[in-house]
């Protein structure tokens, strides 16, 4: 006990001195700043004489990206997919100049960024061609792909070398990676998977559930360690989320045996004139679920990383009031930003947590079979957990 | 609102490389880690169980054990008990048998030295009978050796007669 302990304040305090780091690494001076969203070319939004614009520097740390940004002018261009009415295209994101204001004479047509996102422009005059823009699907490997790809490729070599362990010294205590881990297992096992499932019938949703569990909370953890690979809004990411979701609204229905269809579609015991009701109500419900699931994923995540971003644009602004302004309020941020660090990561573990408790919820109400006290209690855990 | 727009790149490769993910975990990581857990639980708790019930034996067989001792203990203490009268009986026994044999010695000797104080009383009777003869014989070869002496004596004997 003393020792899972110790090895949780070792995590803390290693996790603290990374967010303490990302005063220095992760946000660029203002001036670079308004030098990418003007060259970006948003000309409704900027202009110069304005300065520093926080809501626009936080957008473009928190939404996916084709490079990866490092530092100053340095980032790693990735490579861009996209299939037009014509077929795909594959080049690199290094074709579009730093920040994205060049243009690339791609096979079948010429290609720019605009507000991040892939447009077919005119060769000649530059102008947005919204014709085949609209037929342009951007399979791009992104900065949330590839920090995807990153976390997936950690996740596999963190428990392939588990599993590895578990075979090599069966039946003995656990050691290593491995002790860090199981309690982890054991806690998504006897906490969440049992207790909602059941006993009898958890054991074919733990592979989800674990993969899912481990995906968001290794990238939550990822997205607070401000510096490559780490620092992405992977999981708050609303596409991700979704996905995330979609798996667990699929496994539901695809699980959901007769008792539990009754139950959406003619709730026994309720009158007809109810159920007109309460079925459309129930049948909502389905979706409702898990898109609450995504929306919570996606809100908890991206506002953790907005709030540490706020925090430091703070700085820029007073500082461009002020210099000696500006020095001031970096204490007051720095501060700030490492309790609201130390909550991001108990939130990073949380969200694991609810998102990996809900599903299996979910799962246990689709293969509920019996008729017991606790069969109309998850229908108000979502509503009390919401707000976290 | 780019914060909130699906992206169907991102959706795409999250599709497919969960799907990746999630197959070649179940197959490669979970499965053997919880079934080495699960396993392992089981040996546990089946060690458990085995140790619960050695101690249970281990009470019955010192229970038995002390049963076991507790007739010995009393078998000892009838033993002892046996031998003990076995040994009074037999010095008994012998003690008697000693007395009688003694007795009978005893008697037996007395008998013998009745035996042979009548032998010699016998003997003696007879030797003293032949040795007063002797005597008498020899006196009276003396006392009639002269005819004086014949006369004196017959004079002597007749004198007491006269007066009887």
């Known amino acids: 006990m003393v020792n899972k302990i110790n090895i949780f304040k070792h995590f803390l305090l290693s996790a603290s001195l990374l967010l303490i780091s990302s005063v220095s690494f992760s946000y660029e001076p203002p001036d670079t700043v308004a030098v990418r969203s003007h060259s970006a070319g948003a000309p409704a939004h900027h202009d110069e004489s304005h300065g520093f614009d926080a809501g626009k520097m936080i957008l473009e740390h928190v939404v996916d990206s084709h490079e990866w940004h490092l530092w100053g002018h340095t980032s790693i261009p990735l490579p861009v997919i996209v299939k037009t009415d014509k077929g795909f295209e594959v080049f690199s994101s290094s074709h579009f100049g730093h920040g994205g204001s060049e243009e690339y004479q791609g096979k079948n047509y010429t290609y720019a960024l605009k507000e991040g996102s892939i447009v077919v422009v005119d060769e000649l005059d530059g102008s947005v061609d919204e014709a085949a823009t609209a037929s342009l699907y951007d399979f791009s490997i992104t900065k949330n792909v590839m920090s995807m790809f990153i976390t997936m490729a950690l996740m596999l070599w963190i428990f392939l070398t588990v599993a590895k362990a578990y075979t090599k010294n069966a039946g003995k205590a656990p050691k290593g990676l491995q002790s860090f881990v199981e309690p982890l297992i054991m806690f998504v096992r006897d906490d969440l998977a049992k207790p909602s499932i059941g006993e009898k019938r958890y054991e074919r949703f733990m592979p989800f559930l674990l993969t899912v569990f481990f995906f968001v909370m290794i990238s939550n953890y990822l997205g607070l360690i401000p510096f490559f690979p780490g620092g992405v809004n992977l999981t708050g990411s609303i596409s991700i989320a979704m996905v995330l979701a979609l798996f667990t609204l699929l496994i539901t229905v695809f699980v959901g045996n007769k008792h539990y269809w009754q139950h959406i579609f003619a709730m026994p015991g309720v009158p007809i004139p109810v159920l007109i009701i309460l079925t459309p109500i129930e049948i909502l419900g389905v979706i409702l679920r898990p898109f609450v699931l995504m929306v919570r994923l996606f809100a908890n995540i991206t506002a953790g990383h907005i709030i540490a971003l706020a925090f430091f644009s703070l700085i820029f602004i007073f500082g461009e009031m002020n210099a000696g302004l500006g020095y001031g309020v970096s204490i007051l941020s720095l501060v700030f930003t490492v309790f609201m660090g130390f909550l991001e990561l108990l939130v990073a573990f949380l969200q694991a947590y609810v998102f990996t408790l809900l599903s299996a919820i979910y799962f246990g109400s689709a293969v509920d079979e019996g008729h017991h006290i606790h069969n109309h209690e998850d229908d108000y855990l979502p509503e009390n957990s919401a707000h976290v | ?164």
Not at chain 2, 9 to 16: E, K, P
Request: net charge positive; glycine share 2%; hydrophobic share 45%.
């Open chain 2, 1 to 164: 609102m780019e914060l909130v727009k699906p992206s169907i790149g991102l959706i795409f490769w999250m599709i497919v490389s969960f799907s990746i993910i999630l197959f070649l975990l179940k197959k490669f990581a979970w499965k053997p880690i919880l079934g080495m857990i699960k396993e392992r639980e089981e040996s546990i708790e089946n060690a458990l169980a085995s140790a619960e019930k050695a101690k249970l034996e281990m009470k019955a067989l010192q229970s038995s054990n002390e049963r076991i001792l507790a007739e010995a203990r009393s078998e000892r203490d009838a033993l002892l008990k046996d031998a003990r009268e076995i040994r009074e009986k037999m010095i008994s026994e012998a003690k008697n048998a000693a007395n009688k044999e003694g007795e009978r010695m005893l008697a037996a000797a007395r008998e013998n030295i009745q035996i042979e104080k009548n032998k010699a009383i016998a003997d003696l009777k007879n030797q003293v009978a032949s040795l007063s003869i002797e005597i008498a014989e020899k006196i009276l070869r003396s006392e009639l050796s002269s005819d004086e002496k014949q006369k004196t004596l017959v004079n002597t004997l007749l004198k007491d007669v006269n007066l009887n």
